[in-house]
């Protein structure tokens, strides 16, 4: 096997049965991947596994959890360029925006509403680790 | 007092001092604090330093009239009530000033158990608008929150049941049978159906507190049609519909939030491509007058039965009965959505329909701008 090294990708969500799913789904597409179910374990990850990108859920918890992490990970060194997928069970994109983020807040790659596409997932998964 | 059994600060304009003195009194007695002005001018300068609870006024004032005082306390001191105070022949004058948002009035002469009167059922009054505002916050509060909870709790869980489908079709792969792919799909479009329902009750709920329609503009009914027209095109494709638009030329402008409407159109072009049969068309046309500006969906559909019209916009209801078709069922929601988000811009919609030939939805709202040189 001549195979080049799997592409490990770091999730990040409080709800285990999703997470267990996602995982399932990028395992089958040939990733690596490593889970962590609260936001403190999930920043902890980025500094322990060294990811290739992280998919963060935004609803952890209590609402805006998902936005401390990608503050956090975007604070560490190993975190400025991760790229990082953030997860919402609501469209951000609708007219219902319970916050927005500040100008401040740090870029993230792409937002994505829940429940994901296996296919969708795992191509927006390639465009950003490639 | 106050609800918590303070004293509440009391404020006096009148020109006349005897009328300024027999006041404190009688009003100290009840263990307020009196503050006293003998013309308008420092009446207002007191109410905005001291805010007080009441301020009673006398209309007959020289320079800044009592009218005029009135009319700037009413606007800049909130929660203050104001009482006129006023003289026999100014009875027309107070019905004036009752207008410009004074709580109560009081003919001269009064007697000290009067007054008396007047400011406890005026304080109480004021007690009681200062409850019913926090009350309505406070459920505005417990609204918004339940809201988020149901986003949180209710979605969470078929967001988890659908990525597990998802993960179980790929662990599956080739191994999955057409019929426990038929099985996992009908599973799916049910979840699917749930999840529908959530969004179009939470989309009702928004409107009745306010956090949808909130950004109205001027828009063009067109560009409104054309995004529709885009996001359903696909849908109307694969069920073999025609979807063709037939659009007035300058259509007037239309005051109204973008984003709200654009969901009204897809909800009627989506209900159309339910009872609409294969080899349909569906046709989004536009009219105005002088008076309003309108818009059609047509569909050549089964219609709809005339005596079911009158509960199309009734939620849950559904024309159909319980003859559930996969393809027709949907939240039950979806026209008392349209229905709100035209009431909330002052519009309307209503349906005509002819069973057997097709049914059209008409959305009216009115002008924006009054007609121009006439």
Request: with cysteine.
């Given at each position: 096997?001549?195979?080049?090294?799997?592409?490990?990708?770091?999730?990040?969500?409080?709800?285990?049965?999703?997470?267990?799913?996602?995982?399932l789904?990028?395992?089958?597409?040939?990733?690596?991947?490593?889970t962590?179910?609260?936001?403190?374990?999930?920043?902890?990850?980025?500094?322990?596994?060294?990811?290739?990108?992280?998919?963060?859920?935004?609803?952890?918890?209590?609402?805006?959890?998902g936005?401390?992490?990608?503050?956090?990970?975007?604070?560490?060194?190993?975190?400025?360029?991760?790229?990082?997928?953030?997860?919402?069970?609501?469209?951000?994109?609708?007219?219902y925006?319970?916050?927005?983020?500040?100008?401040?807040?740090?870029?993230?790659?792409?937002?994505?509403?829940?429940?994901?596409?296996?296919?969708?997932?795992?191509?927006?998964?390639?465009?950003?680790?490639? | 007092?106050?609800?918590?059994?303070?004293?509440?600060?009391?404020?006096?304009?009148?020109?006349?001092?005897?009328?300024?003195?027999?006041?404190?009194?009688?009003?100290?007695?009840?263990?307020?604090?009196?503050?006293?002005?003998?013309?308008?001018?420092?009446?207002?300068?007191?109410?905005?330093?001291?805010?007080?609870?009441?301020?009673?006024?006398?209309?007959?004032?020289?320079?800044?009239?009592?009218?005029?005082?009135?009319?700037?306390?009413?606007?800049?001191?909130p929660?203050?009530i104001?009482?006129?105070?006023?003289?026999?022949?100014?009875?027309?004058?107070a019905?004036?000033?009752?207008?410009?948002?004074?709580?109560?009035?009081?003919?001269?002469?009064?007697?000290?158990?009067?007054?008396r009167?007047?400011?406890?059922?005026?304080l109480?009054?004021?007690?009681?608008?200062?409850?019913?505002?926090?009350?309505?916050?406070?459920?505005?509060?417990?609204?918004?929150?339940?809201?988020?909870?149901?986003?949180?709790?209710?979605?969470?869980?078929?967001?988890?049941?659908?990525?597990?489908?998802?993960?179980?079709?790929?662990?599956?792969?080739?191994?999955?049978?057409?019929?426990?792919?038929?099985?996992?799909?009908?599973?799916?479009?049910?979840?699917?159906?749930?999840?529908?329902?959530?969004?179009?009750?939470?989309?009702?709920?928004?409107?009745?507190?306010?956090?949808?329609?909130?950004?109205?503009?001027?828009?063009?009914?067109?560009?409104?049609?054309?995004?529709?027209?885009?996001?359903?095109?696909?849908?109307?494709?694969?069920?073999?519909?025609?979807l063709?638009?037939?659009?007035?030329?300058?259509l007037?402008?239309?005051?109204g939030?973008?984003?709200?409407?654009?969901?009204?159109?897809?909800?009627?072009?989506?209900?159309?491509?339910?009872?609409?049969?294969?080899?349909?068309?569906?046709?989004?046309?536009?009219?105005?007058?002088?008076?309003?500006?309108?818009?059609?969906?047509?569909?050549?559909?089964?219609?709809?039965?005339?005596?079911?019209?009158?509960?199309?916009?009734?939620?849950?209801?559904?024309?159909?009965?319980?003859?559930?078709?996969?393809?027709?069922?949907?939240?039950?929601?979806?026209?008392?959505?349209?229905?709100?988000?035209?009431?909330?811009?002052?519009?309307?919609?209503?349906?005509?329909?002819?069973?057997?030939?097709?049914?059209?939805?008409?959305?009216?709202?009115?002008?924006?701008?009054?007609?121009?040189?006439?």
């Amino acid at each position: 096997m001549t195979s080049e090294p799997k592409k490990k990708i770091l999730l990040i969500d409080d709800d285990i049965d999703f997470l267990k799913a996602t995982k399932l789904i990028l395992e089958k597409g040939g990733y690596q991947v490593v889970t962590a179910e609260d936001g403190k374990s999930g920043v902890d990850a980025v500094e322990s596994e060294n990811p290739d990108l992280a998919v963060v859920d935004m609803m952890m918890e209590t609402w805006g959890e998902g936005f401390s992490v990608v503050s956090k990970i975007r604070k560490l060194s190993g975190g400025k360029t991760l790229p990082l997928i953030v997860l919402s069970s609501v469209d951000l994109q609708g007219p219902y925006q319970s916050f927005e983020p500040s100008e401040e807040f740090p870029k993230v790659n792409m937002v994505l509403q829940k429940p994901l596409k296996a296919e969708d997932l795992l191509r927006y998964v390639q465009e950003l680790t490639n | 007092m106050d609800q918590a059994g303070r004293p509440e600060k009391i404020l006096i304009i009148d020109d006349e001092q005897s009328i300024l003195d027999g006041c404190r009194q009688a009003l100290e007695k009840l263990g307020h604090e009196v503050l006293t002005a003998a013309d308008g001018e420092e009446g207002l300068r007191l109410a905005r330093t001291e805010r007080p609870a009441l301020a009673f006024v006398d209309l007959k004032m020289p320079r800044l009239s009592g009218m005029e005082v009135i009319d700037i306390l009413a606007k800049d001191i909130p929660d203050l009530i104001i009482i006129v105070i006023t003289g026999y022949a100014s009875i027309m004058s107070a019905v004036e000033s009752l207008k410009k948002g004074a709580y109560d009035y009081m003919p001269k002469p009064f007697a000290p158990d009067q007054l008396r009167a007047v400011a406890r059922r005026a304080l109480d009054h004021r007690n009681l608008l200062i409850e019913a505002r926090r009350l309505k916050q406070e459920r505005k509060e417990i609204e918004r929150n339940f809201i988020t909870f149901v986003t949180h709790e209710m979605r969470s869980p078929l967001a988890a049941i659908q990525q597990n489908f998802e993960a179980l079709t790929m662990v599956l792969g080739d191994s999955l049978t057409d019929e426990a792919s038929e099985i996992i799909e009908r599973c799916r479009r049910r979840i699917q159906n749930l999840e529908d329902l959530i969004e179009h009750w939470l989309d009702i709920r928004r409107i009745e507190n306010g956090t949808f329609v909130k950004e109205r503009e001027e828009l063009l009914l067109d560009e409104v049609i054309q995004r529709a027209v885009e996001e359903m095109s696909q849908l109307c494709h694969n069920r073999d519909l025609t979807l063709e638009t037939n659009l007035a030329e300058n259509l007037p402008a239309v005051m109204g939030d973008r984003e709200s409407l654009v969901r009204v159109f897809i909800n009627i072009i989506g209900n159309a491509t339910k009872y609409t049969p294969a080899g349909g068309a569906i046709t989004i046309s536009t009219d105005y007058n002088d008076s309003y500006v309108k818009a059609m969906v047509s569909d050549t559909g089964k219609g709809i039965p005339r005596g079911k019209i009158p509960f199309l916009f009734v939620p849950f209801y559904r024309a159909d009965g319980n003859d559930n078709q996969e393809r027709t069922r949907g939240s039950g929601l979806g026209l008392t959505f349209c229905k709100r988000i035209m009431d909330a811009h002052d519009g309307k919609i209503t349906v005509e329909s002819k069973e057997g030939s097709g049914t059209t939805f008409t959305l009216h709202f009115p002008r924006s701008t009054p007609r121009e040189g006439e």
